[in-house]
């Protein structure tokens, strides 16, 4: 105690490093303390009105528009009537595909496969299914996917009278690290940018007479998962969204560490930290800006994302909000015993019934 309340010239190097060094560890437990807290905290922007499905969404406006500030907005910068250019896929029995490339923000073009079943009665809803980390709209059809982590889902979506739309993402984590530190000095977030993207691309598939855009669907596997989560809430157009291997207690996820289940603090994740995400958008949150419309979400219990216990008590938070309307069959839990991965089947079932 007494080396403490010395005078610093009486002091040798190695003592004021050490006093130092004891300050730094002493504010940055004060910090981490504070930030976590309100990551934490019960957030207070909320006014939901379950009188009704009307009441309901005009109370969760003023909530979404918030939502799609935190994602940033590209409305200005989005390049108008651009020129579409197409190039094989694939062409089987089973189902044809091509490559569709358009400019959507200047110099930025827009990659996806649109794929179509080759048997299908009348015009096919369409389905986007987003890839994840290290993954490709190949993954999705059943290529390079030696884990069979997506179980080739778009073909049996494809199989039950689907089209399927695969957006190209970026992939990496480095790269989407290096692109979020440029988005945040614009003041916007790559997926704000990747939600735009969706946008267009929707815009595009409703030039097309081969499909029926009016009944859309969105879906993905873990950062596709994400997006499917993130996007949904900002585009009314998607009418069913089933997201796998993402829904999570976010809070927990986000800042508290805990050896049953991989927290981003604890990671070079720098592109999963969006700000102004938390504490008003947990995914229960988002999952009321998707309310009335379906969504499903498939959590893996040996998924080491998360921890399934905390992930049904945010689930149950999430399906609250479909219930006080009346509709709780529009929300479902796919929970599972397995990992990481897509149940096919169960997303099948799931946009037959709702689209």
Known sequence: M???????ASKTPDRIRQELDNYQNL????LETYLVSRCMSESTAWNRDYSSLPAYETSVALNREAWRDVLGRFDGDGVASPEVTTRPFHDGEDYCAEWVDFEFLP???SRAVVALPKSVEGIPPVIVCQHGIGSSPFHVFGYIDSQGLYGAYAIPLL????????????????????LERLAHLNGVTLVGLECFKLEKLIDYLN???DMDASRLGM???SLGGLATLLFTPAIDRIKAACSAAWFNHRKKKMVVPDPRYSCFLETTEEHAFIPGWLPDFSDSDLVSLICPRPF????????????????????EQAKLHYEKLGIGDRAELCLHDSGHEVIPSRMVKFFGKWL
């Open 207 to 209: 030039t097309r007479d």
């Open 2 to 8: 007494g080396f403490f309340f010395d005078d610093v």
């Open 159 to 178: 199989e039950a009278g689907f089209a399927v739309v695969a957006p190209v993402n970026r992939t990496a984590v480095p790269g989407r690290n290096r």
């Open 219 to 221: 879906s993905g596997l």
């Open 27 to 30: 504010y940055k437990n004060e």
């Open 107 to 109: 110099g930025v073009v």
């Open 296 to 315: 499903m979400a498939q959590v893996g219990k040996a998924d080491g994302i998360a921890w399934w216990p905390f992930v049904l008590e945010e689930w």
